[in-house]
């Protein structure tokens, strides 16, 4: 029965003919402090172990933002309102996804927006076959470039954007995003966005340090990467995880630090490290509601509600584009 499917399932793929993985590593490896962009962590081997990542006890942030959704989803969904367009930045698949859907009242479709097109069509799919009638519209293409929404008969779009993901970008290219997100959904349109908070510090460099070594491998897994597709040389036994909470800029920074001085090829190129060099691999931004509210200001949204766990670990925040 494959024929619901293809009437619901329309996609548009923005995905960019060139692959720019060496040309970004050659790039970020020349530098003095050398970098690889944390988007080349989501190869599949990546994208499993962050699976097993949100499922550790020390991540405290998905299970957080999963509770905050179930208690609070009758009044998200107000906040959204009916017939709504709803636009998701990511993975479609997750179960947050599933919450807002079993609850929006009768949306006018579904536009999940993902740069692996194998998995925006497989979530795609596995959507329509649930939501038997839902429009769902995938545009395969990175959410951070600017794109149209498809035309929803004058649906008011909500954008959402869940998991703090908004906290691996800089804050400048954050504002940047928000601001591009603003003239996408138009004046009125909203975005519901999950922000995780500043708080203890033991409790946030546990979430990236756990005792398993999952974000260990997690990290190291760019490098394996760089070695199956790039020709790299890398010894992964050379290389340790290294995450930190920087204070001064409120983040998590994650850094693989070389063990001994050893040089690195990748194709055609040679990097020296010497020994205690890092390459950063990751940022993480922890805000304060005062620091999230000013950021999105700057990009023209308003924070219209915040709602948060207990303990104040993490907020999933309802914003209005002016
Ligand atoms: C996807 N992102 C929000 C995660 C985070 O917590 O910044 C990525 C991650 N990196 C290490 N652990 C999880």
């Not at 998701?88 to 006018?108: C, F, M, N, W």
């Not at 920087?246 to 001994?260: F, V, Y």
Request: charged share 20%.
């Amino acid at each position: 029965m494959n024929t619901p499917l293809i009437e619901t399932i329309a996609l548009t793929d923005l995905h960019p003919a060139t692959d720019t993985f060496l040309v970004d590593v050659h790039e970020g490896l020349g530098q003095a402090q050398k970098a690889i962009p944390a988007k080349y962590f989501y190869d599949a081997r990546g994208s499993y172990l962050f699976d097993q990542i949100t499922k550790l006890e020390e991540y405290y942030p998905t299970r957080t933002e999963m509770g905050i959704m179930k208690a609070h989803i009758d009044a998200m969904i107000e906040r959204m309102g009916p017939q709504c367009l709803l636009v998701e930045y990511g993975s479609g698949s997750s179960l947050k996804t599933r919450i807002l859907l079993d609850h929006l009242q009768q949306p006018a479709g579904y536009v999940p927006i993902d740069i692996s097109k194998e998995h925006l069509l497989r979530s795609a799919e596995a959507l329509a076959l649930a939501y038997p009638g839902l429009p769902i519209r995938p545009i395969c293409a990175d959410y951070t470039t600017a794109f149209q929404l498809p035309d929803a008969n004058g649906a008011r779009p909500v954008v959402y954007f869940p998991g703090s993901t908004i906290g691996n970008f800089e804050p400048e290219e954050a504002r940047a995003f928000l601001q591009r997100i603003v003239q996408i959904v138009g004046a009125g349109g909203g975005m519901l966005i999950g922000v995780d908070l500043r708080k203890e510090v033991p409790i946030i460099e546990a979430a990236y340090n756990d005792a398993q070594g999952v974000t260990a491998a997690f990290n190291k897994n760019v490098l394996a990467r760089i070695n199956s597709e790039l020709g790299g040389t890398f010894d992964l036994n050379c290389f340790r995880h290294h995450a930190f909470f920087n204070a001064t800029h409120s983040r998590i920074e994650m850094h693989l630090e070389s063990l001994g001085d050893q040089c690195v090829r990748v194709a055609d190129r040679y990097f020296p490290f010497r020994y205690g060099e890092t390459i950063l691999t990751e940022y993480s931004y922890k805000y304060t509601l005062e620091a999230f509210a000013s950021l999105v200001a700057s990009a023209g949204f308003e924070v219209e509600k915040v709602w948060m766990d207990e303990d104040h670990l993490f907020s999933v925040q309802y914003l209005v584009a002016r």
